[in-house]
């Protein structure tokens, strides 16, 4: 279909009503830059032969019906200049790409060159992720960012913008740590899929990185102070319902986030949300109790609980080497003492005794 030489750049057959799979004759378009999919009913599992086009920089092949597990590359090389990935609204299961992302090489460092790559005088807008990207291939490629009515162009957008969304699929098991090598990110959407764990303190290197939502999924532990530290670009930043706990860390971007990025965690506290990270400071109470009422009055000095148990193990160790060194007579006084009714008069246990 595609012959050998093909010299095409840019392919959009977005938005038609596309079945089957991608047909591999794509791989003689040796000079294609941009490969748009979307929203069509593609149905396959993950073309990994696309990374063998040397000069593929924008993959979007989000809202499809695409499957399975991404798996790895055949070598080291694939992809060797993809900087935007959409693999949203599709099927992908598993655990998520490491293996790619590990060779995405041109998320990983800033380019310089500011040269322009098309001049074809086309003019098209896609969405990724919660943003409106336009592209302007007249002189240069640009971008336009929208966000809460906020409009932001960014020129050059082929060389400067870098961003991963893998949201809405069936991805499992933990966010890799090696995120944190994409130092050049942008965009990450990991949202709606099964994740679990801890969010990875490497996402602290994503200095540039303006978006993140991790939202409906099930990870687990606290905020990473580090993203509120260093991500000092972050414009917009969603966690909301997972099972995440602990005092939201505080910064500079973090707090022009309001209750919204944080919803539905039960276990987090602290501004935006209304919940005092001092109620949080006991241990859990495992019973159905959402009270958050403390079991011991406020403030309880469970010093004072281990210092009488340590005293009453002292003593009961040395009365029971007592009663054991005694008559038996004894012994038996005290159990029949302590087994008698409360109804019995101190004259029917005085007599107990003296028998």
Known sequence: MYPKGCDLKVMDLSQNQLTGEVPKSLSNCKMLQILDLSKNKMNQTFPAWLGSLPRLQVLLLHSNMFHGEIGSPRNPSEFPRLCIINLSH???????????????????????????????????????GFYTVTYNFTYYSSMILTNKGVETEYQKILNIFTAIDLSSNKFTGKIPKSLGSLVALQLLDLSNNNLIGPIPLSLGNLTQLESLDLSQNKLSGVIPDQLAAQLNFLAYFNVSQNLLRGQIPQGPQFRTFDNNSYMENSGLCGFPLSKNCETLQLPPDDSDDDSGEDKFPSGFDWLFIFAGLGSGLVVGFVMGNILMDRQPWLIRGIVQKFGRTQKKTRMQERQIFRA
């Open 90 to 128: 599709n099927f992908f299961t598993g655990a998520l790409p490491v293996n790619y992302i590990q060779i995405w090489n041109a998320m990983k460092a800033f380019r310089t060159n500011m040269e322009p790559y098309i001049k074809t005088g086309l003019n098209f807008e896609k969405k990724i």
